[in-house]
Each structure stands twice: as C-alpha cells, then as structure tokens.
C-alpha cells in the first residue's frame, strides 16, 4: 500500500525566510503528486500537482515543489514567505484507484 | 461557480445515534470522494463514487457506515450507532473522473459524538 510522510510537523519561520517542507511517499511505480494547503478557517485548497514530464511544477502563490523519483520525494518550496502563508500543508499521492493518500501535515507560522 | 457545499457544518450527537451528512458537488462533477480527517492526522479516504455507484468503498471502517449518491449528483453518508471514535471532520470532495482531475474539496462537517 501506498504511504506518504512529512517529517515536519511544525514549522515556524519570520517573514522573508525560505520555505522547504518534506514529502516522501512509499510507491514506486507511476505516481500522481499532490500539495494541498487549508488556510486557517478555509477548506483545503489545491496549491500544485506533478503528474509526468517537467519534475519541477510551479503552483500559485509563488510555491513550487520538485519531484525527485530516486528520493521519492515531493518537497515543497517557497523562496521568500509571508504572513499569510500561514497554514497547514498536506502531501499527497493519488492510488491506482484514484482516491488520495495524505501525509499527516506540517503546520507552518510565519512570524510578521 | 459555487463550490462543493456539506451540511451540517457542526454534528453533536449521543453515542448510539444515527447521523446523516450531505454533501452537493460542483456542478457536472461525476467523481465524488469521502475522507475523514482526526484531530493533528491528514485526511483518511473512505469511499469514491462515480455516478451513482459506489467505486471503491475499501476506506469505510466498518458496516456502521454506508453511503449513497442516488442521483449521481449529491450525496450522503450514513453512520448507524454512533461511537466517540467517529469524532472527527468529515470531508467531501468532487471532481472530474480521470487520474488527472484536481478533487475540489468541501469545508466539512465536524461530527462530535458525546
């Protein structure tokens, strides 16, 4: 069975700081790549996906996250945060099934 | 548009009761997904219609709960004799059948069992 886990459970970061949250997943085969953030109060919300070709993918608000297949690994990626980051972010990789497997999160607080 | 909507919002109930949580979709969206998400854990997939059949249930806990979507559109999950260890948020998201489609996801119901 598919697995996926984030290593950092809380994050806490000043303005300006760079990003960089771990995801790891424990398929080998092709693999459907998710990062999902839920604001404060908000649903979950898309923020990127990696599905074949470029392994760098560009999502909004300025993340990114790169898929390294000999690491099975899915890292996110922001150069410079804000206070409005502030969230938990959810990994995910989607099962020959289509369901999605999460990791269990990683709360990030950005300092002002 | 509107996106996909779950009532209640809040459940509080007696252990041993019966609850009822609805979700609507976006609208055209044929893939329907079912999560639970307990406190400090990520969400945990339960079912997965497409249309009206139940595609792959493999996440239900046990035959407390069962699901339906009816009409292909809004659906429903049923918990029958409530337990304290079905407190959580439950989830529902939609999208368009296909490895590739985003699944759009709902505010979800927090079901607090007493």
């Known amino acids: 069975a598919q697995s996926v886990s984030q290593h950092n459970h809380h994050v806490i970061l000043s303005e300006a700081a760079s990003l960089e949250l771990g995801c790891n997943y424990s398929?080998?085969?092709?693999?459907?790549l998710f990062w999902y953030v839920q604001y404060p109060g908000q649903h979950l919300q898309l923020l990127l996906k990696?599905?074949?070709?470029?392994?760098l993918v560009k999502g909004i608000k300025g993340f990114e996250a790169e898929f390294i297949k000999s690491k099975f690994s899915f890292n996110l990626r922001k150069p410079s945060v804000q206070w409005s980051d502030t969230a938990e972010y959810f990994c995910?990789?989607?099962?020959?099934?289509?369901?999605?497997?999460f990791g269990s999160g990683t709360r990030l607080l950005v300092r002002p | 548009g509107a996106g996909v909507s779950q009532t209640p919002s809040n459940k509080v109930t007696e252990k041993g009761k019966y609850v009822e949580l609805r979700c609507d979709p976006i609208?055209?969206?044929?893939?329907l997904y079912w999560y639970r998400q307990s406190l400090g854990q990520g969400p945990e997939f339960l079912i997965y219609?497409?249309?009206?059949?139940?595609?792959?249930d493999s996440g239900l806990p046990n035959d407390r709960f069962f699901a339906v979507r009816p009409e292909g559109s809004v659906s429903t999950l049923k918990i029958q004799r409530t337990e304290r260890g079905d407190s959580a948020v439950y989830l529902c998201?939609?999208?368009?059948?296909?490895?590739?489609?985003?699944?759009?996801f709902g505010p979800g119901t927090r079901l607090l069992v007493l």
């Open positions: 998201a939609s999208g368009l059948a296909g490895r590739k489609e985003t699944q759009y």
């Open positions: 398929y080998g085969g092709t693999v459907n």
């Open positions: 990696y599905f074949s070709g470029d392994p």
């Open positions: 995910a990789v989607m099962d020959s099934s289509y369901k999605l497997i």
């Open positions: 609208s055209g969206h044929t893939a």
């Open positions: 219609f497409q249309g009206t059949g139940a595609a792959d």
